[in-house]
């Protein structure tokens, strides 16, 4: 065969849903998974929003929409930004993606290209690296430290800066960590990116998902005097339960906006029509529902790090916001189990996976090698279940429950 393009070598598939998929086949063979790696809420989309999407067949919105969004779904994104963040951001300023996924590629098509470096925090969400590569510019990962609440340091950015750089992506509340930046970190950043003049892409979509009274605070709401540097990249999927619906959203400067509009336009063309009226309804319907699933995510929080206190072997910081804990497993480093010797986060991920049919995803993908992802975002029975097979199998029994 003829080869492909170069940008096609130098990506690889997304770790997550190559589990997720791998997971789903060992599930139709009718192995009893417990899937804690999945990165999506395990709760329906509520009912209104179904009903506004069914309402949108009906009428016939079934055409294309504008490249940038709808103006009604704009707009209330627009009011989004004002009442929960204090933001001002005009429907111009916004442009609706296919998915948060989307708004964060179409930015790094618009802002960067080869020569240029893009600073990742590490531990950080594994689509950013790949993302990256395709924009042709370079990802270069600063580490985080656990100690530091996996907060970047303006010491550590700053020694990162070249004169290539061009921007730095800032995950908050963080997958795969849960952590949260309070303001004062973000401000502690300020002199270093308002000096070196590079973009900040904040990554809000798991704002809502906060626990232990902490506020939700992203860069431009912390150093409104830089909010030209930011582009703010959301979406529904995560707040509302609408991960197969392909909602996402940013809000830039506008000429930043303008250009992530037209590349759009040349791409996708639109966002689905039937998913924009979906997305309204989510954004000016009841927040009921949203503040519901939240509080059942943080009591399957607090029962996750209850279990996991008790393991030989995991470290288990405590995260204040989105739906993962990230223990360290160093401490299991070097231990046989399930008949294999855990050498590194990926092989104990395939230890839990194969021995004790739970599917976990390795630190490994997430830059940060020593730690393992579990998700909560599935039932109290399912993560009791799940771990329990783990402790099973680590007090140095059969791990898997599909055998007892
Ligand atoms: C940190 C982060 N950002 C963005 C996304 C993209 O979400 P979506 O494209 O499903 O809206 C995800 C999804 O897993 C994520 O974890």
Redesign the pocket.
């Known amino acids: 065969m003829r080869p492909f393009a170069e940008r096609t070598l130098n990506v690889k598939p997304s770790p997550?849903l190559t589990l997720d998929a791998e997971v789903k086949a060992m599930k139709a063979r009718g192995e009893r998974i417990v899937n804690l790696g999945v990165?999506?809420p395990d709760f329906e989309t509520p009912d209104h929003i179904k009903e506004a999407a069914v309402k949108a067949i009906r009428d016939g919105f079934t055409r294309y929409t504008p490249s940038e969004g709808i103006l009604e779904l704009r707009e209330a994104i627009s009011r989004k930004f004002k009442e929960d963040n204090g933001l001002d951001y005009g429907p111009e300023d916004i442009v609706v993606t296919n998915?948060?996924?989307?708004a964060?590629y179409n930015v790094m098509q618009v802002l960067f290209g080869p020569g240029d470096e893009v600073i990742i925090p590490a531990p950080y969400?594994v689509?950013y690296p790949p993302q990256a590569l395709l924009a042709g510019a370079t990802p270069v990962f600063v580490a985080t430290r656990e100690s530091d609440g996996y907060v970047l340091k303006p010491e550590a950015l700053e020694k990162a800066l070249t004169p290539r750089t061009r921007g730095i992506v800032i995950?908050s509340p963080?997958?795969p960590t849960g952590m949260v930046y309070r303001r004062e970190d973000l401000l502690a950043l300020a002199p270093v990116i308002e000096r070196s003049g590079i973009w900040v892409i904040s990554?809000d979509?798991?704002e809502i998902l906060v626990y232990d009274g902490r506020e939700f605070v992203n860069f431009p709401m912390a150093c409104p005097g830089l909010k030209d540097q930011c582009i703010v990249?959301h979406?529904?999927?995560?707040t509302y339960s609408m991960?197969g619906w392909?909602?996402?959203f940013l809000a830039a400067p506008r000429p930043v906006a303008k250009a992530v509009a037209m590349i759009q336009s040349q791409m996708t063309s639109n966002p689905c029509s039937i998913s924009q009226k979906a997305g309204l309804a989510a954004l000016i319907g009841p927040r009921e529902p949203v503040e519901r699933m939240r509080e059942a995510f943080d009591s399957r929080r607090r029962l996750v790090l209850r279990l996991l206190q008790d393991m030989p072997g995991f470290r288990t910081p405590e995260p204040a916001g989105a739906f993962y804990v990230f223990p360290d497993i160093r401490g299991l480093l070097g231990r046989e189990l399930g008949g294999r010797v855990i050498d590194s986060s990926d092989s104990l991920a395939s230890v839990f996976l194969k021995e004790c049919g739970v599917a976990t995803v390795p630190g490994s993908g997430f830059g940060a090698e020593g730690s393992i992802r579990f998700s909560y975002a599935a039932s109290e029975a399912e993560l009791v279940e799940g771990l329990e097979r783990i402790a099973r199998i680590l007090a140095g029994g059969a791990g898997d429950l599909r055998s007892s």
């Open positions: 997550t990165g999506e998915g948060g996924k989307q964060l969400w689509t995950n963080s997958n990554d979509i798991y990249c979406g529904v999927s995560k991960t392909r909602i996402g």
